[in-house]
């Protein structure tokens, strides 16, 4: 009897698995589907996908750089925020341990230094981050460029795939015959 009990569990542990595989597993084509799509569907790029892909892409670097843009400024608005305070400590810190007349000249110039580095290192910090913010615009626009050249690239390959041009070429022919008859009329 527990033998059979475990032996059902373990069976019904197992179809969980299976069933947890399933959901998991993406359903793959059959036979006849991919036969008939190689047979009979379009040989080369699927332009729409592409252009589609092509277009998300370029719409979250778009996205990157705006929110990059937003939070540069909260950024910079905080480092001129804590900028400031520290500088308040610094010389608030360099005022009270320098009251004291006993202290050498050398003693004096290292508590004072905290006022002193702190323009210098807010300074640095600015300067990594915009440079840091720069180069990373750079290369977005860089993929951007890139990704508007590919869009137009695939757009003018569907053009001539299609016969865009000579399409157009005879609308423009026929609507100027059109036009030459009905000035003879």
């Avoid at 399933?22 to 006849?32: H, P």
């Avoid at 799509?37 to 092509?54: C, S, V, Y």
């Avoid at 370029?58 to 400024?73: D, F, N, P, Q, V």
Wanted: charged share 30%.
């Amino acid at each position: 009897m527990a033998g059979e009990s475990n032996k059902a569990q373990e069976d019904v542990l197992a179809a969980e698995k299976n069933d947890s595989a399933t959901i998991v597993k993406k359903k793959q084509k059959g036979l006849i589907s991919r036969i008939w799509n190689g047979l009979f569907r379009r040989q080369g790029d699927d332009f729409e996908k592409r252009l589609q892909h092509i277009s998300k892409e370029e719409a979250t670097i778009l996205a990157r750089m705006k929110k990059r843009s937003r939070s540069w400024r909260r950024m910079i608005r905080y480092l001129i925020i804590l900028s400031v305070i520290f500088e308040v400590i610094a010389v608030v810190y360099a005022i009270m341990t320098t009251r004291s007349l006993d202290l050498n000249w050398k003693m004096r110039a290292f508590r004072v230094l905290p006022m002193f580095l702190l323009p210098g290192l807010s300074s640095i910090t600015y300067s990594a981050l915009v440079t840091f913010t720069r180069m990373c615009d750079r290369k977005d626009q860089k993929t951007l460029e890139r990704l508007r050249a590919e869009r137009q690239e695939k757009i003018d390959e569907l053009k001539e795939k299609t016969n865009y041009y000579i399409t157009q070429q005879l609308i423009q022919n026929v609507n100027a015959f059109v036009d030459f008859q009905r000035d003879e009329d």
